[in-house]
């Protein structure tokens, strides 16, 4: 993970030294964004994960019979 310092210089793009609205404003559509993407990327590893598990149980059913 990086330093707030490294958030806040990305952030600054004008490098006035500076966090002006538009680019606080940049600053969280973007972590909203990646949160977003982060939570997405979540239930598609769980969906995987969950299908994954049927299938087994269905093929130990299968062998069991």
Same mark, same amino acid.
């Given at each position: 993970r990086g330093s707030i310092d490294n958030v806040l210089d990305e952030a600054d793009? #004008? +490098?006035d030294g500076r966090i002006s609205l538009p680019e606080f404003q940049k $600053? $969280? !559509?973007q972590a909203s964004m990646e949160m977003e993407q982060k939570k997405k990327d979540h239930l598609? #590893?769980?969906h +995987? +994960? !969950?299908t994954m598990e049927q299938n087994r149980r269905?093929?130990?059913q299968r062998k069991v019979k």
């Open positions: 793009i #004008d +490098k $600053l $969280l !559509r598609e #590893d769980s +995987k +994960k !969950r269905k093929s130990h």
